[in-house]
C-alpha cells in the first residue's frame, strides 16, 4: 500500500525560508514523477513544482527563482526549499507521487506566512 507523509509547514515571516518534505513508501521499484501543490482557502488546489526521475524540474512562474525541488530516488522522498516567502505563499502544501499512471497524495502541511 502506498503512503505519502508530508513534513516541515510552519509558521514564518515575510521574506524567511522554510523547507518541506516528503517521503513516499509502499514501491519496491521507486515512483515517477513527484510534485508539489498548494491550495489557499478559497481556491484551487494549484502546482508549485515538480521532478522527474531523472530530475528534470518544472516551476510554477510564481515561485521561480525562490523555490528549489529536489529528491532522493533512493529513499523515494522529494524536498521543497521554500525562500524568500511571501504572504500570498500561504496555503497548505500537499506532495504527489505517481506510480504505474495512478497519483498518490498526502495529507499536506500548512505553510504559513505572515506580514
Known amino acids: 500500500q502506498v503512503h505519502v507523509v508530508e513534513s516541515g509547514g510552519g509558521l514564518v515571516q515575510a521574506g524567511g525560508s522554510l523547507r518541506l518534505s516528503c517521503a513516499a513508501s509502499?514501491?519496491?521499484?521507486?515512483?515517477?514523477?513527484m510534485a508539489w501543490y498548494r491550495q489557499a482557502p478559497g481556491k484551487q488546489r494549484d502546482l508549485v513544482a515538480s521532478?522527474?526521475?531523472?530530475?528534470?524540474?518544472k516551476y510554477a512562474d510564481s515561485v521561480k527563482g525562490r523555490f528549489t525541488i529536489s529528491r532522493d530516488n533512493a529513499k523515494s522522498t522529494v524536498d521543497l526549499q521554500m525562500n524568500s516567502l511571501k504572504p500570498e505563499d500561504t496555503a497548505v502544501y500537499y506532495c504527489?507521487?505517481?506510480?504505474?499512471?495512478?497519483?498518490?497524495w498526502g495529507q499536506g502541511t500548512q505553510v504559513t506566512v505572515s506580514s
Open positions: 509502499g514501491s519496491i521499484f521507486g515512483f515517477g514523477a
Open positions: 504527489l507521487a505517481e506510480l504505474a499512471g495512478s497519483e498518490y
Open positions: 521532478i522527474t526521475r531523472g530530475g528534470r524540474t
